[in-house]
C-alpha cells in the first residue's frame, strides 16, 4: 500500500496554525485546567486532520486483474496473414487466467473492433472485413486502444505487424504512454512473397514541345530473373509494347517517342509478367505539358456536322469536332483543349458525370467554355440545375415569361427492386427538378409503379412545391414491373383536364408482361391532346416496347446508357412541353458596351430570327440582347475560366441575316479568342513531399500570395491545407489517392497548370518488417519481441492499482474530534466519565449536583 498526495500545498496551512497553536499554549498554559489541556489536544489533532484531508490524500491498492489486448495489422502490406495472427492469438488464449480481460482489435488506415475486452473470451473469432488497407496508421492504433483499457489494471497490448508505417508517427503514441501501466509487446509478421515485379518510377519530361522527341524513362524491380511486358500508353492509348528481360534488382528502360498531343499529357507504364505477387505496383503515371498552338474541341449533338467549324481558320486554331457521346470523361483528355464549345448539344447526350468535369476544368484550370443555341440547347437541352448552367453567365429558367400555355405532366415512375440505388436517387432527382421548371398554377402528378400503380403526387395544380418534392424525394423501391396499370392511371387523370399541353414521361428499367392494349389507350389519350415520351434505363429494359410507345403516343424514346443523363433527360422534356423557349419573331438585337466585341458592331447589327430564352444571371456581362430583354450574347468570369452563352444557332436557320453577315466569321474567331486563356509561363516547381504532401515552389518568392487548387481525374477538387514555408515555397497537403492529380496555381490573372503523380502507397512496395521500430516501440514501454505465443500472459512486471482516497475518512475523524471538543466544553469532563455507566448512578450523581446547587442558591439568599 502506497500513500500519496495530489495537492500538497495544502499543507502550508499547518505552518499558521502550528504558530496559533504554539502561542495559545505559552499563554494560557498555567490557567488551563486537566480537561482544557485536552481539549486544546484534540482541537490540534482535528485541526490537523482538515488540513490534511484538503492535500487530498489517497492509497494505492494493489488490483489483481489484468488486461491484454491483441491489436493486428490488416494493412495491404501484411496481406495473407491474417491466418496466422489468428493462429497465435488462439494459442495464446490457452494461456488465460481468469482474472484476465482479453479483446482484439484490428488496424490499417482505420481502427475497428473484432472482439470487446471482456474476461469471456476463450477463442479468435473470423476477422471482419476492413477498409483502407492502402495505409499502416499504428500511431492511431496504438492510441486508440490505450484508451480502452483500464487505466488502474496493468495492461498489455500485443501488436502483431510488420512495423512498415506509411501513416502517422507510432513512436509519438509511445511517448503519451510513458508512465502508464501499459506495456506493447511486438508479434512481427510479415507476407511471403517468392516472386514480385513492381515499377519504382516512371518519368517523363515536364514540358515539351508538339513534335519533339521525349525520353521516357521507366524503372522496374523483381525480385528474380524472368520475361515480361512493358506497355506504355499516351491518354489511354497504346503507343508502345516491348517484351523485356528482367534483372534480379532494378532494370532501367528508356524510350524515345515524339508527341502527337497536345496540353497536359498523361503517360502510364504498365508492367505484366506470368507471376506477380503484387498487382497493384505493376503501373505508374507520367504527365507532360505539351507546348502548341490553342486547341479547341467542338461538341456536336449526335455527330452532327457543326457549322462553326467550316468558319473557323484552321491555321488560326486547331480544332477538333467530337460528337457528344464520344465527350472524353477523364480530366486530363479534357484538359488537352483550351477551349470547347457545345454546338446545339441535348445535355442527356452528355451525362452529368462528364458535365462536371468539364465545371472543374472551365473554373479550376482555365479552358474556355460557350454554349450555342439550338432545339437541342439551353432549356431545351435539360441542362437545368446541371454543372454546365452553373459555369454559364444564364439560367435555364425563364423568369417572368407571358403567355405560357396551360400545362399538365404526369412522370409514371418505375420504383421497383431493380431500380434500387444510384438509378432511383437520380430518377427522384430528375421528377423533383421537373417540379421546380413547372408554374405553382400548372398541373403535376406522380404515379410511381411496382406490381401495382401508387398514385403518390395527386393530378392537379402544383400548390406546395417544397412539399411535393419532399414527396418525391421520399419514394421508396418496391417489388417487380407493371407498366400497363400505371400508364392507364395516367391517361384516365389527365384526359378530362381542360389544358393547353398535356405530357406523360415513362421511366423504367425493366419488362412489363401486361396484357392490356397500349395501342387503344394511346390513341385514347391522343383524342384529349395526350402526349407521351418514355426513358429505357439499363440493359433489362423492354427497349423495342419503350420505343413503339413513344412512337405512338407522339413523343420520344430515350436510351439511356449513361444513368446520369436521367435529370437532363426529364427536365429537356419538361421543358419542350410549353414550347415557349424558342423566341422566333424576327428582331434586331440591341448592342451593350462591351470590351473585345465592340469591333463588331461599328457598322451595323443585322436581323435574327430566333433564340431560346433563358435568365441573364446578375454579375454576367450582356452583350447582345432581344427586345424582350433577354441575353442572346452573354459573358463572364467563372473561376479562372471564360464562358459564353449565344442563344441563336450557328446554322443561319436562328441566325438569319448574321449568318450572311461580312463579319460572321470575325465573330466566330472574337468567340473563340475570348474563351482562350492567358497562362503564365513562370513554371512553378512541385515536387512530392511524402504522401499527400507537396511543395511548391515560386521563383518569384511570393508564394504566400499564391491561389492552389487540386483536382483529381475524375475532376473531383480535393481539399488543399496550404502551410508557408519560406519566402519562396509553400506546403500543400492534399487528401489524394494513388492516380494523378491536377494542379492549378494562380497568380493575379496569371494561372499556371501541371499534372502529378500520385505513386501506389509504399504498402505495395517490396520491404522487409520495420525490425528497428518494433524493437524501439517494445523496449520504450517495457515489453518484449515475442516468438512464443504463451508469453502474451506471462507476467507483469507492474501490478494494478485501484487508488482510494482517504480526504473522507479524514474529514469524519476531525468533525468527531470537534464534537468531543463541543461535549466537553459544554458539560464538561465528569458527564463525559459518566458516558457508559449504569442509568441509575448517573441518576443519583445528577441528584447530588442538584442538590448541591439548591444549597448554594439557599446560602446566597441568606446573605
Known amino acids: 500500500m502506497d500513500l500519496r498526495i495530489d495537492y500538497p500545498i495544502f499543507l502550508l496551512l499547518a505552518i499558521p496554525l502550528l504558530g496559533y497553536f504554539i502561542w495559545t499554549w505559552r499563554k494560557h498554559r498555567a490557567s488551563l485546567k486537566k480537561e482544557h489541556k485536552t481539549v486544546f489536544i484534540l482541537r490540534m489533532i482535528a485541526a490537523a486532520t482538515l488540513v490534511f484531508a484538503l492535500a487530498s490524500p489517497y492509497v494505492l491498492l494493489p488490483v489483481k486483474d489484468e488486461q491484454v489486448l491483441f491489436l493486428i495489422d490488416r494493412s495491404a502490406s501484411v496481406e495473407g496473414t491474417e491466418d496466422e495472427a489468428l493462429k497465435f492469438i488462439e494459442e495464446s488464449l490457452k494461456a488465460k487466467k481468469e482474472h484476465h480481460s482479453v479483446g482484439i482489435y ?15 473470451l476463450e477463442h479468435a473469432s473470423t476477422l471482419s472485413d476492413i477498409r483502407g488497407v492502402d495505409e499502416t496508421d499504428i500511431e492511431q492504433a496504438l492510441q486508440l486502444a490505450s484508451g480502452i483499457v483500464d487505466k488502474d489494471k496493468a495492461a498489455r497490448i500485443v501488436l502483431l505487424t510488420d512495423g512498415r508505417q506509411t501513416k502517422g508517427e507510432a513512436l509519438e503514441s509511445i511517448a503519451k504512454m ?5 506495456s506493447v509487446d511486438v508479434v512481427p509478421i510479415g507476407r511471403n512473397i517468392e516472386h514480385d515485379v513492381s515499377i519504382r518510377s516512371f518519368t517523363t519530361p515536364k514540358v515539351a514541345y508538339q513534335g519533339e522527341e521525349q525520353q521516357l524513362v521507366t524503372e522496374i524491380e523483381s525480385t528474380k530473373d524472368t520475361l515480361g511486358e512493358l506497355l506504355i500508353y499516351e491518354n489511354d492509348q497504346l503507343i508502345m509494347r516491348e517484351e523485356v ?20 499529357v498523361k503517360y502510364e507504364a504498365v508492367i505484366q509478367t506470368d507471376e506477380d505477387a503484387v498487382l497493384e505496383n505493376n503501373k505508374l503515371t507520367s504527365m507532360t505539358n505539351i507546348r502548341s498552338t490553342p486547341r479547341l474541341l467542338i461538341v456536336t449533338n449526335q455527330g452532327k456536322g457543326s457549322a462553326i467549324a467550316k468558319i473557323l481558320n484552321p491555321s488560326a486554331i486547331q480544332f477538333e469536332e467530337v460528337a457528344a457521346e464520344e465527350l472524353p470523361s477523364s480530366l486530363s483528355n479534357i484538359l488537352k483543349y483550351d477551349a ?10 452528355v451525362g452529368e458525370a462528364k458535365m462536371g468535369v468539364i465545371e472543374q476544368a472551365v473554373k479550376n484550370f482555365g479552358v474556355g467554355f460557350m454554349m450555342v443555341g439550338g432545339e437541342n440547347s439551353f432549356g431545351l437541352g435539360g441542362y437545368f440545375k446541371t454543372p454546365i448552367e452553373r459555369l454559364l453567365p444564364v439560367e435555364m429558367k425563364v423568369q417572368g415569361k407571358q403567355q405560357i400555355p396551360s400545362l399538365g405532366l404526369i412522370i409514371v415512375l418505375d420504383r421497383s427492386g431493380s431500380m434500387t440505388g444510384m438509378k432511383m436517387e437520380l430518377a427522384k432527382e430528375a421528377a423533383a427538378r421537373s417540379v421546380e421548371l413547372l408554374r405553382e398554377e400548372d398541373t403535376f402528378g406522380l404515379i410511381a409503379f411496382d406490381d401495382q400503380p401508387w398514385e403518390l403526387v395527386g393530378t392537379g395544380p402544383i400548390k406546395n412545391k417544397k412539399s411535393v418534392v419532399e414527396t418525391i424525394m421520399s419514394i421508396p423501391p418496391g417489388g417487380g414491373t407493371e407498366i400497363y396499370p400505371a400508364l392507364s392511371l395516367a391517361y384516365k387523370n389527365l384526359s378530362p383536364l381542360k389544358l393547353q399541353r398535356k405530357h406523360i414521361i415513362l421511366l423504367t428499367d425493366g419488362q412489363s408482361y401486361s396484357t392490356g392494349s397500349y395501342e387503344a389507350l394511346i390513341e385514347g389519350g391522343k383524342e384529349n391532346l395526350i402526349t407521351l415520351s418514355t426513358v429505357a434505363i439499363g440493359d433489362d429494359a423492354d427497349r423495342n416496347l419503350l420505343e413503339y410507345l413513344s412512337e405512338l403516343g407522339s413523343g420520344r424514346f430515350y436510351d439511356v446508357v449513361d444513368e446520369t443523363s436521367i435529370p437532363s433527360i426529364l427536365t429537356r422534356e419538361t421543358a419542350m412541353m410549353s414550347r ?30 430566333a433564340y431560346i430564352a433563358t435568365t441573364a444571371k446578375t454579375v454576367a456581362h450582356v452583350i447582345a440582347e432581344s427586345e424582350k430583354e433577354d441575353p442572346v450574347l452573354a459573358e463572364w468570369q467563372y473561376g479562372l475560366g471564360r464562358t459564353i452563352a449565344f442563344t441563336s444557332d450557328s446554322t443561319g436557320a436562328w441566325t438569319g441575316d448574321w449568318a450572311r453577315w461580312n463579319r460572321w466569321g470575325d465573330f466566330w474567331h472574337t468567340a473563340v479568342s475570348r474563351l482562350l486563356p492567358a497562362y503564365n509561363e513562370i513554371a512553378y516547381d512541385i515536387r512530392m513531399d511524402g504522401d499527400g504532401t507537396f511543395i511548391i515552389t515560386d521563383p518569384a518568392n511570393q508564394a504566400a500570395f499564391l491561389d492552389v487548387a487540386v483536382v483529381d481525374e475524375a475532376g473531383n477538387e480535393l481539399d488543399v491545407q496550404l502551410e508557408p514555408v519560406s519566402a519562396g515555397k509553400i506546403r500543400a497537403i492534399v487528401d489524394a489517392k494513388p492516380g494523378l492529380v491536377f494542379f492549378r496555381i494562380s497568380k493575379d490573372d496569371d494561372v499556371f497548370q501541371a499534372g502529378l503523380t500520385v505513386p501506389y502507397s509504399a504498402e505495395y512496395e517490396l520491404q522487409p518488417p520495420n525490425e528497428d521500430l518494433l524493437k524501439e516501440i517494445a523496449e520504450k514501454t517495457g515489453g518484449k519481441i515475442i516468438k512464443e505465443p504463451q508469453e502474451a500472459f506471462r507476467a507483469f512486471k507492474e501490478q494494478g492499482t485501484a487508488r482510494q482516497s482517504i480526504s473522507t475518512f479524514l474529514i469524519l475523524v476531525g468533525l468527531l ?31 447530588e449536583e442538584e442538590t448541591n446547587v439548591e444549597r448554594i442558591l439557599k446560602g446566597m439568599r441568606k446573605r
Do not use: C
Open 817 to 847: 474530534l470537534f464534537f468531543i471538543d463541543i461535549t466537553i466544553r459544554r458539560f464538561g469532563w465528569t458527564f463525559i466519565k459518566q458516558i457508559g455507566k449504569p442509568r441509575k448512578v448517573v441518576a443519583t450523581k445528577v441528584a
Open 106 to 120: 484490428s488496424f490499417a488506415s482505420n481502427f475497428q473492433t473484432e472482439a470487446i475486452l471482456s474476461r469471456t
Open 580 to 609: 415557349t423557349y424558342i423566341e422566333d419573331n424576327p428582331f434586331y438585337p440591341v448592342i451593350h458596351h462591351a470590351e473585345g466585341w465592340n469591333h463588331l458592331f461599328e457598322e451595323g447589327v443585322p436581323q435574327m430570327n
Open 245 to 264: 528481360q528482367l534483372q534480379q534488382g532494378k532494370n532501367v528502360f528508356t524510350h524515345r517517342h515524339k508527341g502527337s498531343q497536345e496540353g497536359l
Open 178 to 182: 510513458a508512465g502508464s501501466k501499459i
Open 340 to 349: 470547347i464549345i457545345f454546338d446545339n448539344v441535348s445535355g442527356h447526350l
